[in-house]
């Protein structure tokens, strides 16, 4: 058996080198993109792997894997919404994907995010670069212990999250609109965003973009939180009103806000960019000047273990298709 890799990253090289040697198969590393030109390097394999962002949506890509006798494209995202899957399905091809990879890569970016926020990191940072060390009043913390941390979406990873700041001794509430029962020994549930929203002292977003969570925190309920909370978002950029969120910053009403991911991140995420063009076309330059926000671009799943989870799990999809002859999705924790 023989597998090309599409665009594998430097940083997926160890993966794909030991899922290969453990299994006794070859695995091609290939640094481009599938396109319907590169598909015709993929004859002679038995399957393929691909991450890209790039549309996978030209009829001769599924036309010629047909001719090839390869079934399945497995790509390493969660996501397959750049895959034309009709099209794809019309050719005998089937798209699977890595659902889920690793909650805690997720969940700890928000601990990390929001620990550096209650402990004025940025402030401390700034003020010591320019030589000033004093004990000031700016830069006193609370600890996590006195806090309440309410957890919006309590799935796979607000319900890891949970879980760690219940570690650090805070106190957990949570919203869903569909309860997890696993989570009830970690939070205690409120009935309605409003309610966490006036209780908790941090706020962390763990919930899907849907149409009725698009812009789920907004002026109107950014005034119902307490005065000085912090608001975390690892889930997707557009949950947040980005500009009512700046305006809270800009008042006081959030002391900080923790962003691995903005609406506009298209624009630069895994790029090298030139800041000056690119994140003036975003809010990025606004965020970058201050000090009560930190913001990673869509950084909060690249943990190693996730990785190799995403690659694992990839490369065991082609593998048990080709054994049972069954198309394989699975989810490696
Ligand atoms: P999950 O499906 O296990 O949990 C999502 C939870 O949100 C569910 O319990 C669901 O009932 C709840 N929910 C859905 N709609 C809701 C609504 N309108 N109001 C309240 N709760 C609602 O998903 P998981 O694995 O925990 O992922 C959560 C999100 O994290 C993903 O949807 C994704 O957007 C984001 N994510 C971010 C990554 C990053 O690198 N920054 C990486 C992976 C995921």
New binding site residues.
């Given amino acids: 058996m023989r597998i090309l890799a599409y665009h594998v990253q430097p940083y997926e090289v160890p993966a794909f080198e030991k899922w290969s040697k453990e299994n006794n198969i070859e695995v091609v590393m290939d640094k481009g993109l599938i396109t319907a030109e590169s598909i015709e390097k993929a004859k002679g394999f038995d399957g393929i792997t691909t991450q890209q962002v790039i549309p996978v949506k030209d009829e001769e890509i599924f036309k010629k894997m047909q001719e090839y006798g390869i079934k399945q494209i497995s790509s390493r995202t969660?996501g397959v919404d750049m895959f034309d899957g009709k099209l794809a399905a019309s050719y005998n091809v089937a798209i699977t994907n890595v659902p889920?990879y690793s909650?805690n890569?997720?969940a700890e970016?928000a601990v990390t995010q929001a620990m550096s926020l209650l402990r004025n990191m940025n402030h401390i940072k700034t003020a010591m670069d320019s030589g000033d060390c004093s004990w000031d009043k700016r830069h006193i913390a609370r600890e996590v212990r006195s806090c309440t941390v309410g957890i919006?979406?309590?799935?796979?990873?607000?319900?890891t999250a949970g879980k760690l700041f219940k570690g650090l001794g805070a106190k957990i509430i949570g919203?869903?609109?569909?309860k997890?029962p696993e989570a009830e020994d970690v939070l205690e549930y409120r009935e309605n965003?409003e309610d966490l929203l006036k209780e908790a002292d941090i706020i962390s977003l763990?919930?899907?973009?849907?149409d009725?969570?698009y812009h789920?925190i907004n002026k109107e309920n950014l005034k119902l939180m307490k005065d000085g909370s912090i608001l975390i978002n690892?889930?997707?950029g557009a949950l947040i009103n980005i500009d009512d969120v700046i305006e809270a910053l800009e008042s006081g009403k959030l002391a900080g806000a923790g962003l691995?991911?903005l609406e506009c991140e298209t624009v630069y995420v895994n790029q090298k960019v030139a800041p000056e063009d690119v994140y003036c076309k975003c809010v990025v330059e606004k965020l970058r000047s201050m000090d009560n926000v930190i913001h990673t671009g869509?950084?909060?799943?690249?943990t190693e273990t996730a990785v190799d989870n995403i690659v694992n799990t990839a490369l065991d999809n082609i593998k048990k298709t080709e054994e049972t002859g069954k198309l394989q999705n699975g989810t490696n924790m």
């Fill in positions: 969660a889920r909650p890569a997720i970016m919006i979406g309590t799935g796979k990873i607000g319900l919203y869903d609109k569909f997890n965003l763990h919930l899907p973009l849907f009725d969570t789920l690892t889930g997707r691995d991911v869509h950084f909060a799943f690249f």
